[in-house]
């Protein structure tokens, strides 16, 4: 990724895959992320999170595959699964091929579970496989509760990028399975009702929210500081009460 030679670099973290070259300011909100998240979720059984937003062009996505590489870097078995199976974005994001994938899976069009081994990155991930024509079907059928239980054996994070939840209920109908949601609200982008119509969705199908990520704002003063560099974009972790 390019990087500007004046002090004002802006990046923009909606395309930001997190690296060891990724800025310190990034590497750190992501390890802040990544703490809260894992004391959220105590116990050493598999847990499974659910990264939703309320509209789209929110980052969830961004959020969700840079989660995965956090956790892994600390040496946990984790998985990524593409369930925004009408826009999905995380084969493109990470050069892969999307299919075969979940939809194909859970359609019965392919016996094996399409699991995608990045050795580069260190976690698995399942992509979407083929537009479905009724994503819902799928998601809150019970070959995908059996599929969760059999990745169960094998992980310790289980990571979904769900579609926004304000314009599809997938993300809700996994509630009785995912052990903490993670609502991504993004700088100038999500609007307040917006907002809360979503958490009220979660909530009204039992969903646990367990935080917030506050993604894309560009502040005008540093809040880390590593050589020459300022970097200016901030992740913000707020725990339910």
Do not use: W
Request: charged share 25%; aromatic share 10%; with cysteine.
């Amino acid at each position: 990724m390019k990087q500007e030679k004046s002090s004002n670099v802006i990046f923009d973290a909606n395309k930001m895959l997190l690296s060891n070259k990724s800025p310190f300011s990034v590497q750190e909100a992501y390890k802040t992320l990544r703490t809260n998240v894992t004391f959220s979720l105590p116990g050493t059984d598999c847990k499974c999170v659910g990264v939703v937003s309320a509209d789209r062009g929110d980052g969830k996505s961004t959020i969700a595959v840079n989660l995965t590489v956090s956790l892994a870097q600390i040496n946990k078995r984790v998985i990524l699964i593409d369930c925004d199976l009408r826009l999905p974005t995380i084969a493109q994001k990470l050069g892969i091929k999307s299919t075969p994938g979940i939809s194909n899976y859970l359609s019965g069009d392919v016996t094996e579970i399409p699991v995608i081994h990045d050795y580069t990155r260190g976690f698995d991930v399942i992509p979407s496989g083929n537009l479905p024509p009724d994503s819902t079907t799928l998601i809150s059928s019970d070959e995908m509760l059996e599929l969760i239980q059999k990745l169960k054996e094998e992980y310790d994070y289980i990571i979904f990028d769900f579609p926004p939840i304000n314009i599809v209920s997938d993300a809700a109908l996994l509630s009785d399975v995912i052990d903490g949601y993670l609502i991504v609200v993004r700088h100038e982008n999500s609007e307040y009702k917006m907002v809360d119509e979503a958490i009220h969705k979660l909530l009204f199908t039992d969903g646990k929210i367990i935080g917030f990520v506050y993604n894309g704002k560009n502040n005008k003063k540093s809040y880390y500081k590593k050589g020459k560099g300022y970097y200016y974009n901030k992740y913000y972790y707020r725990k339910n009460p």
